[in-house]
Nanobody, 123 residues
Framework: QVQLVESGGGMVQAGGSLRLSCAFS????????MGWFRQAPGNGREFVAI???????YYKDSVKGRFTISRDDAKITVYLQMNSLKPEDTTVYYC?????????????????WGQGTQVTVSS
């Protein structure tokens, strides 16, 4: 049984920081992309940050320069360091993993999802 367990969400004032963690377990893949999507205001989930098996990273334009994604391959864990948080970052963040994502920022390629963690940024 594949599991993605998220942690690190919470409440912070604007300008503050949080670090999200996501640990993958249950089976082995030869190649896997992992990262975060977040609940969009009106429609589904939007891409935030992804790191591929080869280490290539992708960021949503609005978080570039503020968020950093990294991974620990020994633990099969991915992290999202979120700095300079803004009220508009407030929503639920979901960790996701894919064994095949030719277009890594598209949610439809991800089969495995975490439970979601709430991030709230106050002004």
């Amino acid at each position: 049984q594949v599991q993605l367990v998220e942690s690190g969400g919470g409440m912070v004032q604007a300008g503050g920081s949080l670090r999200l963690s996501c640990a993958f377990s249950g089976r082995t893949f030869s190649s896997i992309a992992m990262g975060w999507f977040r609940q969009a205001p009106g429609n589904g989930r939007e891409f935030v940050a992804i790191i591929t098996a080869s280490g290539v990273t992708y960021y949503k334009d609005s978080v570039k320069g503020r968020f950093t994604i990294s991974r620990d391959d020994a633990k099969i864990t991915v992290y999202l360091q979120m700095n300079s948080l803004k009220p508009e970052d407030t929503t639920v963040y979901y960790c996701a993993a894919s064994s095949y994502a030719p277009s890594p920022t598209q949610s439809r390629y991800y089969s495995y999802w975490g439970q979601g963690t709430q991030v709230t940024v106050s002004s």
